[in-house]
């Protein structure tokens, strides 16, 4: 059975960075097709995706927020980290991880999101 | 903003067959991915590409694609089916990935 945990700070002051960690059991990001992502939804909006990082630390960063985002990982930990530099309010929101699976069809590689945390709410306030 | 656009919320009487869909220019429909979000739950993945059902989740959600449009079907809708949707996949690069805008179904 796999489980995500997101973890980090609630309360964030504007331009400050934002660091949340994701620990996971079920699976290992050593093994070929896993991967995770992160995926964010401000109140009372649509998800928005915001990285992904690879069994073979292969990184997809969202493109309206490639400069703000670098996403890690630690396979000894289990553990898959995001940071996000210059917080603004209008990045209030609950941030997901979850479990990436890859599928290959007509040659490529799709991925489908299978397994989510329960998410953290961040605020960003002064 | 979203690459992928679904339809505003829709209704369905309890029992009856509701069908949203997602559109987008260069949409690979046929690999578009589907979960149901419930308020203050964890989203859940309904529909994987090529239109497959992960296990556990109920014959009554089915997915199909023509063109640039993929739809997810509920057939026999229950009250527990109530929730936002929202449709995923590759965007127009195919380098990332993107959501759909969301569609609210409300189960009456």
């Known amino acids: 059975q796999i489980t995500l945990k997101e973890s980090g700070p609630t309360l964030v002051k504007p331009t400050q960075t934002l660091t949340l960690t994701c620990s996971f059991s079920?699976?290992?990001?050593?093994?070929?097709?896993?991967?995770v992502a992160w995926i964010r939804q401000p109140p009372g909006k649509a998800l928005e995706w915001l990285a992904l990082?690879?069994?073979?630390?292969?990184?997809r960063y969202s493109p309206s927020l490639n400069s703000r985002l670098t996403i890690t990982k630690d396979t000894s930990k289990n553990q898959v980290v995001l940071t996000m530099i210059n917080m603004d309010p209008v990045d209030t929101a609950t941030y997901y991880c979850?479990?990436?699976?890859?599928?290959?069809?007509?040659?490529?590689?799709?991925?489908?999101?299978?397994?989510w945390g329960q998410g953290t709410l961040v605020t960003v306030s002064s | 903003s979203s690459e992928l656009t679904q339809d505003p919320p829709v209704s369905v009487a309890l029992g009856q067959t509701v069908t949203i869909t997602c559109q987008g220019d260069?949409?690979?429909?046929?690999?578009a991915n589907w979960y149901q979000h419930k308020p203050g739950q964890a989203p859940i993945l309904v529909i994987y590409?090529?239109?497959n059902r992960p296990s556990g989740i109920p014959a009554r959600f089915s997915g199909s694609n023509s063109g640039n449009t993929a739809s997810l079907t509920i057939t026999g809708a229950q009250a527990e089916d109530e929730a936002d949707y929202y449709c995923?996949?590759?965007?127009?690069?195919?380098?990332?990935?993107?959501f759909g805008t969301g569609t609210k179904v409300t189960v009456l």
């Open positions: 979850a479990h990436s699976l890859m599928y290959y069809f007509d040659g490529s590689g799709y991925d489908s999101f299978d397994s």
């Open positions: 079920g699976f290992s990001l050593t093994t070929s097709r896993m991967g």
């Open positions: 990082i690879y069994w073979d630390d292969d990184k």
């Open positions: 260069n949409f690979r429909s046929s690999y």
């Open positions: 590409p090529k239109n």
């Open positions: 995923n996949s590759r965007d127009s690069s195919g380098t990332h990935y993107v």
